[in-house]
């Protein structure tokens, strides 16, 4: 594979990023039965199956012989691959780019059996299909002329990447501001409960902080609001035994 120049690995990573976003844009319009264009970048491809494309390309070449073998480690890689994508993208722009949680057979939200087993079969017609035909196909083509393709589609695939970063940046920066601005809320809302429902509370001081004492491990949906009423009796409890 990387005896080629790079001018032919780096097409053939564009290719299979386009056959990627391909196969994303297929399954989610099927899934939210409307059109969706998937994908980090605003250009018609998806970089982690180049990437997972070379991988697999770099490590199962030599086991062609074997499908089995193919099938399996092209499952690990794949999984791995989507695994830490979805981890580093969390972490540098603060939020999921995909979640699989509302599956049973999910890992943490980021991968999912279904998708492995099917990436597995990706890694086999990556091996035996598409590779070979790639291949017969740059073969027809003149070198130069794939260094000249290659460097317009490199050129414009890194201005989709600078601004497709930018953008992503700029969200996650809204999305801390948020954050901050709902914790700020947050903390407001004992004061805003004491302001504006005083009296409903107080109708329910005793036999809440009687529930309260009995039950301190109690826990709802909304534990945050619980626990500032929780906080908001404690305090008038203790004004009341003082006055």
């Known amino acids: 594979m990387f005896e080629n120049p790079i001018s032919i690995i780096f097409l053939v990573f564009i290719v299979f990023s386009f056959l990627g976003y391909v196969a994303e844009v297929i399954l989610c319009t099927y899934e939210q039965k409307k059109f969706v264009n998937r994908g980090f970048l605003f250009g018609p491809y998806c970089p982690?199956?180049?990437?997972?494309?070379l991988m697999i390309l770099w490590t199962l070449l030599r086991y062609k012989e074997d499908p089995i073998i193919v099938f399996i480690v092209g499952v690990l890689i794949t999984a791995s691959i989507e695994y830490y994508t979805s981890y580093v993208l969390e972490k540098i722009f603060h939020n999921k780019w995909w979640d699989y949680s509302d599956r049973r057979d999910n890992i943490n939200g980021r991968i999912c059996v279904g998708n492995c087993i099917a990436f597995g079969?990706?890694?086999?017609?990556?091996?035996?299909?598409?590779?070979?035909?790639?291949?017969?196909?740059?073969?027809?083509?003149?070198i130069n002329t794939i260094n000249y393709i290659a460097i317009v589609i490199a050129i414009l695939f890194i201005i989709d990447l600078i601004w497709s970063i930018t953008i992503a940046y700029n969200l996650r920066n809204r999305l801390i501001i948020a954050e901050e601005l709902k914790a700020e809320k947050l903390k407001m809302l004992p004061i805003f409960i004491e302001k504006k429902f005083r009296e409903q509370l107080q109708k329910i001081h005793r036999p809440t902080s009687r529930l309260l004492k009995a039950f301190p491990d109690l826990k709802i949906p909304f534990n945050e609001e619980l626990e500032m009423i929780r906080k908001w009796v404690i305090k008038n409890t203790n004004k009341n035994k003082k006055n």
């Open 121 to 142: 079969v990706g890694a086999c017609a990556t091996i035996y299909v598409i590779y070979p035909i790639l291949l017969y196909i740059f073969s027809k083509i003149n």
């Open 48 to 53: 982690i199956y180049g990437v997972g494309a």
